[in-house]
Structures are given as structure tokens and as C-alpha cells.
């Protein structure tokens, strides 16, 4: 008796075009996921750990803020470099080196006991995130057909992420119940198997042919992302108006200016500068800063007022926010059917909408919160918000050319970490700007500033997308067969 295996997915110049994955596909896509949930872990996990880390290691507040801004430095200011990198040298073995980096850095955080040290892994941490965030979402969207079958890739994938952080929450209070060592332990040995799972299921591939390597854009735009994202972080304690923070700004834009003088007149440049006029992608990266950046703020407002203010305990706030990551989770199941039902406009739209009602609903709470009746129907509204998340990728990379995916990836990743660190800087400015506190009361009147700015944000952003469906006349879904061939993407008229 002989046996056969499953057929091979269809496929169009390698690209998976079915809905319908053998086991190997869907391996292949559960251990990108995995990867990128422990990105989105590592990112809040590490924030219900810094009482713990700073009693522990004797650290200042502002030495444990650079636990988390030492995180987002090398994450944010890296990406761009991280998408082309993949592009140009192979995205597999991107992906694998970067892995191996998270991994070993994450090891070496939870073996040391000097802060600096501490601080330089999560450097290291970000610095490989930014390779591998990027990279895996590329080759998602190169390995998956546009249309049905990278829709359903995408809302799995991008799930995961949004879950990762959600759930990071929970897994921090679990954690530090035991010891805040074991917050930065956690991720290793599943980061060891996921690289032994990438290094089985990656499909190889080779190094962009016609690829040159623009040294000297690469080095202009990650000192401009590396100096803007370390003069937002630095910016409330430096303060807003001091010499530095307005020195460093005046430099970002400089470095920024040099960039595109680069990047308009070398041969291979890092970033095509004609990606930037794709309307979908722009929109999408418009969309993920109203939506990261209006739920961070929030969420470090209900942080510091049920923790600092009420006394709960880390695991009471994980479980009261934990809707929100239930949701998202639940949203893998349909997020790609809505899409194909009524396009990623009206669902980013939407979904934006309903996230800052919840924002503007959650202003009724007081100092004895009511969780049935105040908390958690605010809570699930934002929720709601996120079932748009999959959409917003999906929005960005298509009708992007598979030599570009991991620069289109770079672009929305960057856009994910440097816009909500714009927003959370205000905010913190917002709520610390007032005279000191003393009352439960007093707290809760100089957060509602935050909260309605956070409202405001995730309404700015819902507006814009709303805008996008009246100029593009979006009448019909933009992906709702199984031809993989996307149609022409309208693009912004140079000035």
C-alpha cells in the first residue's frame, strides 16, 4: 500500500493563492506569529516588572523609563533599515540572525545585575525586532497571494501581534509574581524554538539581483529615526522647550533633509521615495498611529490611576483590560471576511470610530469605578478598535511589488513605533504639566486631559480614513476574488 502526500497549495510564481494550507503553510505561518507575539510581549510585559526591577537594582524613575525608551530606540529608529535589509540580502536569513539576536539578548537580560546592562539588552532586543517584525510581514505578503489567501495570512498574523502586547499584561503580573527575572527569561526557550521552526519551514530565497547597497542613506535615516525617537522619549523630563530637545529636533530634521537629498539621486536608493505617494499605504500608516498611539496613552493613564491612584495590583489591571486582547484573539476567526465583505476602508473607518467612543465613554468613570457598568463596556469598544488592525496591514501592502514588501513593512512598522511614542510624549506632557496631587480626585481631573486627547487621536484618525473613502469613491470591496492580479493603486500627484 503506498501513500501520497497532500498536494502542494496552488500557487502563482510561488505564491500561495488558496485559502486551503497543508500543515506545512500553516506551521510556517503559526511560528512568524509566534515571533511576532513576542514582540508585542516584550514591549508590555516589561512594564508591570519595573517597581520590581527598580527596588531590586536600586534605579532611579528615569533609569526605568529607559528600560521601556531603550526598547523603542532600537525598534523604532531601525525598521526602515530592517524591511530593505530583508529586501536585499535574503529575507530568511534576516529573519534567522535577527532571532538569534532576540534570543541571546533576551538571556543576557535576565542573567544581569547592572542597569546600564540591563538597559543595553533592550536595546539589543529592539535593534533585532526591527529586523524581524518587518521581515516576517514580508514574507507573509510574498509568500501569500494578494487577495483571499493574504488577507487571511494577515488578520492571523497581525492578531498575534496586537494579542501579544494584550496578553503581555497578563504574562508581566504572572511573572513578577516570581521574580522580575523571569519577565526577561520567559521569551528565550520560545525564541529558541521558533528559530529551530524558522529554520525548518522558511522557503529560501536569494538576494535582490539588481540590489545596491546605499550605505550612506541607510546611515542618514536611522540617525534620524534613532535621534527623533530618543528626543520624544527624553523630551518630558528634558522638557519640551529646553535647548536640547529643540536642538535635537532641529537635527532630526536635518538628518531627515540629508535622506531624501540621498535617496533622490543614488542608483539603488534604501527607500524608493515613490512608495511614500501610494495612498494605501500612507492611509494605513495614518491609521496605525491614531490607533497604537490613542490606546498607549490610554493605557498608561488606566496603568498609573488603578495602580498608583486605586492600589490595584498588576494582575487586577491585566484582567481588567484583558477584554481587549480577547477580542483581538476572536477577530482572527472573521477580521480577513470583513475585509473581503466591505473592503479595508469602511472597516478601518469603523472600527476607528467605535474605538473613540470608547476612549470618550470610559471619561464617566470616578473614584469608586463601577467595572460592569463603566469599565468594561469602555473597554470593549476599544476592543472593537482593534479588529481593524489586520485591515490596516492589509491596506498597506497591497499592490506593492514583491521587491518592496519588506520597505512598504518598514515604513507601516516605523509608523507603529515612532507615531504612538509622539502621541504617549504628549500625553505624559498633558498629564504631568498640572501642580503636584494628593487626592484620588485631584489625580483623575489632570488625567481626563490624556483621555480626551486620546479620544481625539483615534477620532482624528477614523476621520482621516473616512476622508479616503469619499476621495477614492471606495464603493466596492477592494479584494473580493481569487485573482491575484491587484489592480492599478492610485497614487498621490507629486507636487
Known amino acids: 500500500m503506498t501513500t501520497t502526500s497532500p498536494p502542494a497549495p496552488p500557487t502563482l ?3 500561495i493563492t488558496t485559502t486551503g494550507w497543508s500543515l506545512r503553510v500553516w506551521a510556517m505561518l503559526i511560528t512568524l506569529c509566534i515571533v511576532l507575539f513576542l514582540d508585542g510581549l516584550d514591549v508590555s510585559m516589561i512594564g508591570v516588572a519595573l517597581p520590581s526591577i527598580g527596588a531590586e537594582l536600586d534605579l532611579s524613575t528615569s533609569s526605568l523609563q529607559w528600560l521601556i525608551s531603550g526598547y523603542i530606540l532600537g525598534y523604532g529608529g531601525l525598521l526602515l533599515l530592517g524591511g530593505r535589509t530583508a529586501d536585499l540580502l ?10 538569534a539576536v532576540f534570543a541571546i539578548a533576551s538571556l543576557a537580560g535576565g542573567l544581569v545585575s547592572s542597569g546600564p546592562l540591563l538597559i543595553l539588552t533592550r536595546f539589543i532586543k529592539g535593534l533585532a525586532a526591527a529586523f524581524t517584525a518587518p521581515t516576517g510581514l514580508s514574507i507573509i505578503t510574498t509568500n501569500f497571494a494578494e487577495g483571499p489567501a493574504r488577507n487571511k495570512a494577515l488578520s492571523i498574523y497581525t492578531v498575534f501581534g496586537a494579542g501579544g502586547y494584550s496578553f503581555g499584561l497578563v504574562f508581566g503580573g504572572l511573572m513578577t509574581g516570581v521574580g522580575w527575572r523571569w519577565t526577561f527569561l520567559l521569551p528565550v526557550p520560545i525564541a529558541l524554538a521558533a528559530l529551530v521552526a524558522a529554520y525548518l519551514l522558511l522557503p529560501k530565497d536569494k538576494p535582490a539581483e539588481d540590489g545596491g547597497h546605499d550605505l550612506l542613506g541607510a546611515a542618514f535615516s536611522t540617525s534620524a529615526m534613532l535621534l527623533l525617537v530618543y528626543t520624544v522619549v527624553s523630551a518630558p523630563e528634558a522638557g519640551w522647550t529646553s535647548a536640547r530637545t529643540v536642538l535635537s529636533f532641529v537635527g532630526t530634521a536635518a538628518l531627515l533633509a540629508a535622506f531624501v537629498a540621498t535617496e533622490a539621486r543614488v542608483k539603488h536608493p534604501l527607500i524608493r521615495l515613490g512608495i511614500l505617494r501610494k495612498v494605501s499605504l500612507v492611509r494605513a500608516s495614518l491609521a496605525i498611529v491614531a490607533m497604537g498611539g490613542s490606546y498607549f496613552s490610554f493605557q498608561f493613564i488606566a496603568t498609573l490611576f488603578f495602580q498608583d491612584t486605586l492600589g490595584w495590583s498588576p494582575l487586577e489591571l491585566a484582567l481588567a483590560l484583558l477584554p481587549v486582547g480577547l477580542m483581538v484573539t476572536a477577530s482572527a476567526f472573521f477580521s480577513d471576511r470583513l475585509v473581503e465583505r466591505f473592503g479595508t476602508g469602511p472597516v478601518i473607518a469603523v472600527t476607528l470610530s467605535v474605538m473613540a467612543i470608547g476612549y470618550f465613554a470610559f471619561l464617566r468613570i470616578d ?6 457598568a463603566v469599565i468594561l463596556p469602555a473597554v470593549l469598544l476599544i476592543g472593537i478598535g482593534w479588529i481593524g488592525f489586520p485591515a490596516v496591514n492589509i ?3 497591497s499592490g506593492i511589488d514583491d521587491h518592496e514588501q519588506g520597505l512598504a513593512a518598514g515604513v507601516l512598522q516605523t509608523s507603529m513605533q515612532v507615531g504612538p511614542a509622539l502621541v504617549l510624549a504628549v500625553t505624559t506632557a498633558m498629564i504631568t504639566s498640572g501642580s503636584p496631587v494628593t487626592t ?5 481631573d489632570a488625567f481626563r486631559p490624556g483621555l480626551v486627547f486620546a479620544g481625539a487621536v483615534a477620532a482624528a484618525g477614523a476621520l482621516v480614513a473616512i476622508l479616503g473613502l469619499a476621495l477614492t469613491r471606495e464603493s466596492a470591496p477592494e479584494v473580493v476574488t481569487d485573482d491575484p492580479t491587484p489592480e492599478p493603486e492610485p497614487v498621490l500627484e507629486a507636487a
Open 440 to 444: 484620588p480626585t485631584e489625580a483623575l
Open 13 to 15: 510564481g510561488g505564491a
Open 367 to 372: 473614584t469608586a469605578p463601577s467595572y460592569l
Open 395 to 397: 491596506q498597506a501592502t
Open 90 to 99: 535574503g529575507r530568511r536569513r534576516v529573519f534567522l540572525i535577527a532571532l
